[in-house]
């Protein structure tokens, strides 16, 4: 989003930042936060940008009808089986949410969303295989590399108690 930024004056890209006392933009021009101007829309409906399908919204709306019964949540979640179903999903517990803050099915259905889309997400990372063990002689070998430089050390211990003991 452009906004005419009242520090320092340039039409510059800007982030709209939530803070405690009331939204602000981040001018990117010169770092600066302003009030957010009166002609900046608001944040979206949750309805605006992820739509429900038709054969969703009737499923959210029987959701609605049994709010208190979890069951019917675990129903209208178990429809979704990509992130992008369950960001649709997650839009409207969040929008519920946003309106009764208390609301004990919804945080369980939002926290039940976000378990499943992290299992999802998590489920897409690309797999790394597994190194297969290291031949049997780059085994040996090191072995006989570390027992050389024992033995060598050994001998070098040996020749400078010897020495020091012949010098007496």
């Known amino acids: 989003m452009k906004v005419l930024c009242e520090a320092c004056g340039v039409l510059a890209e800007a982030r709209l930042l939530g803070r405690p006392g009331g939204a602000v933009v981040l001018c990117s021009s010169c770092g600066k936060e302003t009030p957010v101007p009166s002609d900046v ?3 979206p409906k949750a309805k605006e940008v992820l739509a429900l399908p038709a054969d969703e919204e009737a499923a959210f709306a029987k959701v609605q009808e049994r709010w208190d019964d979890d069951e019917a949540h675990q129903a209208f979640l178990s429809r979704f089986r990509e992130l992008e179903g369950l960001a649709r999903a997650g839009a409207r517990y969040r929008e519920v949410l946003a309106a009764r803050p208390g609301d004990g099915p919804a945080a369980r259905a939002r ?3 976000l378990r499943r889309a992290t299992a999802l997400g998590l489920g897409e990372l690309p797999r790394t295989s597994v190194r297969g063990e290291a031949p049997r002689a780059v085994k040996w070998g090191a072995v006989a590399l570390l027992l050389g430089a024992l033995l060598g050390a ?3 211990v ?3 108690l010897v020495s020091v003991g012949a010098t007496r």
Do not use: R
């Open 154 to 156: 050994a001998v070098w």
């Open 158 to 160: 040996t020749y400078a």
């Open 41 to 43: 829309p608001s944040e």
């Open 111 to 113: 926290d039940e969303i």
